[in-house]
């Protein structure tokens, strides 16, 4: 206890020696380089045309907060730094109910941490696209409200969230020119959840743009608003994983305590996996997706991204809520605290089903084996050849539906834009910056000609197929739940509506991060965060990127 109360002297007297600090300045320089250097790259759609933002000025996005970190030296951040970083949130809750940090401290370093990295152009990864100007005094608000145990929640935590989820106060692009003044909105129904939890939102993070419903081989991790995101492990030599890829980058980095991401189809999965974090994509009607902007209604949620599978579960029991104008939500009442059922979280005796095909990989057959030793009993299989034929088709005919419906109903009324006609007209107008990759997926769901008798086939037809590719298996060998990797069935799940959840599994020998994905039959999010909450303290795996620390 006297040792504790000598850090909390010094880590005092220290942040009370107050000397104002130079501004640092965020400089565009020549990326062209680069950009050649880039065209060599193995993987095409790694082959950059261009990093930086052309509309983004980051000392914008950081005016707000001069006088504040002018008085918050490098000194201040590495005494906070052994209590923030890397940290879980009961860890930091902890340290805010012993007075050894608090809300205030902990928003300033995660704006000092991400204006460090982001400032040095030889470490930035383009990950944030706004911050939200009232962070810190929202934060102060928090510091003055002393109230229950808050060691399992969001309480005055920093957050940030994928670009296509509407807040209030800052704009909601998408990643896409054509919504940058999508500003006057109100939050979304997840946004809403997470503030009455008392969460603070810290910011916007960038995206695949259009949720990597855009352009066709382009990039991953790139938007028009926000450049190309990259990723920590490998800055332009490993893929960020889309189309959460801001959410997956930044909360790899440490920049904010955890991130709310959105998936159709792997948009969770994969950027977790790339960047190994915590991804958890939910059955299709646990979570809202009111004032989010879609690509399908059918098959969109959004999703916890953390460090952690603690913090994953604190942050799904935050985001739940029935919300009655989602009729996929509408009637799930349901409120389950994940965090408790950790507690009874085991690996023994529990049935995995192991695809045979994924033995090829060595750190997947080296985690199995490691999993059989551990008294888990593995099954392996050959899953039913099915395929997905008319997944395109699925998302063009929801896309076309549902993205005017967002643009009438929640985004900004002074926006030009009501259709995916009006989109691709706009960026016609100067393609090299808003749309430097083309605009082939946009242009493909104009050209879709099929009928609303056709379209029910499709999507029964695909959601048959799904259910039969993963429930069979489960349903014959009676399997708690399926081991994949990364998103390699992200398409199945997303068509059947089965959750997901991806924890780190390994890195390979180029130090690429790798992920143990689990999937489970719907509503059995307990299931998978107790599953992913076992294997994560069997393995204890994730590490810092080398970089970022």
């Known amino acids: 206890m006297k040792k504790l ?7 005092i007297a220290t942040l009370s020696c107050k000397k104002k600090e130079n501004p640092i300045v965020f400089n565009k320089y020549d990326e062209s380089f680069e950009i050649k250097e880039q065209q060599n790259h193995e993987i095409n759609r790694m082959r950059f045309k261009l990093i930086q933002s ?7 996005v950081f005016k ?7 008085y918050f030296s490098e000194e201040d951040y590495e005494n906070l730094k052994p209590y923030i970083l890397e940290k879980n949130i009961p860890s930091l809750q902890t340290s805010v109910k012993n007075g050894i940090l608090s809300y205030e401290k902990i928003a300033l370093f995660y704006l000092y941490r991400i204006r460090k990295f982001e400032s040095d152009n030889n470490l930035a990864l383009h990950s944030i696209i706004t911050l939200n100007p ?3 005094k929202e934060a102060r608000a928090k510091d003055k409200i002393h109230s229950t145990n808050k060691t399992n929640t969001l309480y005055g935590l920093p957050i940030l969230l994928k670009d296509n989820i509407n807040t209030i106060g800052m704009p909601t692009t998408a990643g896409a020119f054509v919504l940058n003044n999508n500003i006057k909105t109100d939050d979304a129904f997840i946004v809403k959840k997470l503030k009455e939890q008392g969460a603070l939102i ?14 066709s081989g382009c990039p991953v991790g790139y938007s028009a608003v926000g450049g190309q995101t990259l990723n920590p492990y490998g800055r332009k030599v490993f893929e960020t994983g889309g189309s959460s890829s801001g959410s997956g980058v930044a909360v790899a980095a440490n920049f904010s305590v955890a991130a709310v991401g959105t998936e159709t189809s792997g948009s969770i999965l994969s950027p977790s996996s790339q960047n190994s974090v915590v991804g958890l994509k939910p059955t299709i009607g646990l979570l809202s997706r009111t004032g989010i902007v879609p690509i399908s209604s059918t098959l969109d949620t959004p999703g916890p991204m953390t460090k952690s599978v ?3 579960a604190i942050f799904l029991t935050a985001l739940l809520g029935e919300d009655s104008k989602d009729v996929a939500t509408k009637g799930n009442s349901q409120q389950i605290n994940y965090v408790e059922a950790l507690k009874l979280a085991t690996l023994k005796g529990k049935r995995l089903g192991v695809i045979k095909e994924l033995l090829n990989d060595s750190i997947y057959k080296t985690t199995i084996d490691k999993l059989r030793n551990h008294g888990v009993e593995i099954i392996e299989f050959d899953p039913p050849q099915v395929s997905l034929r008319g997944f395109l088709t699925l998302l063009n005919n929801d896309m076309n539906k549902d993205l005017p419906i967002y643009l009438k109903k929640y985004a900004d009324t002074n926006l030009q834009v009501s259709s995916i006609n009006d989109v691709v007209k706009f960026n016609l107008k100067d393609s090299i910056k808003r749309a430097p990759y083309g605009q082939q997926l946009f242009e493909g769901i104009l050209k879709d000609t099929t009928s609303n008798e056709t379209f029910k086939i499709v999507k029964d037809n695909l959601r048959q197929s799904s259910i039969e590719f993963l429930n069979t298996p489960i349903k014959k060998y009676q399997l708690d739940a399926i081991l994949s990797i990364n998103n390699y069935h992200a398409g199945f799940a997303a068509v059947a509506k089965y959750p997901c959840v991806t924890v780190p599994m390994g890195y390979k020998n180029t130090g690429e991060p790798i992920s143990l994905t689990f999937i489970a039959k719907p509503y059995q999010e307990q299931k998978l965060l107790q599953l992913g909450y076992a294997f994560e303290q069997l393995t204890k795996i994730r590490r810092l990127p080398v970089d970022y620390k």
Request: charge should be negative; aromatic fraction near 20%; charged fraction near 25%.
């Open 5 to 11: 109360f000598f850090l909390l002297i010094m880590l």
């Open 54 to 60: 052309k509309y983004l000025d980051m000392n914008e």
């Open 64 to 70: 707000p907060f001069e006088e504040d970190l002018a």
């Open 134 to 136: 009232d962070i810190l």
């Open 202 to 215: 810290l910011g916007k993070v960038n995206l695949s743009e259009w949720a990597y419903y855009f352009c």
């Open 310 to 312: 603690i913090d994953n």
